[in-house]
């Protein structure tokens, strides 16, 4: 059984770019989280999708959006980028809502 | 918002010894998770906790969930040199929101 994984691993881009990172969700899990942390800092909630419907946001402005397709894999996309979206970008896959998230390796965006 | 407030940010022991970390909240959560984040990884779940004074082990990791609601502790007896790494509070809200929220992390240096 193959846990979460995300693509790409890294990645830079400039200011006032578009970025799309995507997330395969473990084999059975129907939910994806998204999560931004900045460096030394803990995970930021950004948003969860469940059965591609998006189900909670964290205080991140809409042009961070998302998408969740029948596979239930996913993806995180950021317009407009700015020099503080530089962070890792973390993936978690979970069974069903409100069961354990499960962590992919994350993206590491960089923004100049 | 709600944080939480993780303690000590940074701890330096000898291999062998105990160690004791704590988050606090001025929030109720209904659930507690300790992960440990290695470099260049998602976080892994180390132990979940449900009830409030429930207390948990997982091999040399033992954990509570303070009676208030508003803390936990996590605690990890006779360090091995393969602990070191940023160990992660979360906690899960009342309400039906399923984001995590997370502490600013410890990070742990075991000297051999």
């Known amino acids: 059984e193959t846990g979460v994984t995300q693509s790409p691993t890294h990645l830079i881009k400039t200011r006032g770019q578009q970025v799309t990172l995507r997330c395969s969700s473990q084999?059975?899990?129907?939910?994806v989280s998204w999560y931004q942390q900045a460096l030394g800092q803990g995970p930021q909630f950004i948003f969860q999708?469940?059965?591609?419907?998006?189900?909670g946001r964290g205080n991140f402005p809409p042009r961070f959006s998302g998408l969740q397709f029948p596979n239930y894999s996913s993806e995180l996309n950021v317009n407009a980028l700015e020099l503080d979206d530089s962070a890792l970008y973390l993936c978690?896959?979970?069974?069903?809502?409100?069961?354990?998230?499960?962590f992919g390796p994350g993206t590491r965006l960089l923004v100049l | 918002g709600q944080q939480l407030n993780q303690s000590p940010q940074s701890m330096f022991i000898q291999e062998g010894e105990d160690v004791s970390m704590n988050c606090t909240s001025s929030s109720i959560f209904n659930t507690w998770l300790w992960y440990k984040q290695d470099p260049g990884e998602g976080p892994v779940l180390l132990i979940a906790l449900y009830k409030a004074g429930e207390l948990t082990s997982n091999g040399r990791l033992t954990a509570q969930f303070g009676i208030t609601r508003k803390d936990s502790f996590l605690n990890i007896s006779a360090s091995i040199p393969s602990d070191v790494g940023i160990y992660f509070c979360a906690g899960i809200t009342q309400g039906g929101s399923e984001k995590l929220v997370f502490g600013k992390g410890t990070k742990l240096t075991v000297n051999p």
């Open positions: 978690a896959s979970s069974l069903d809502r409100g069961e354990t998230q499960y």
């Open positions: 999708y469940y059965r591609e419907e998006e189900n």
């Open positions: 084999s059975g899990h129907n939910t």
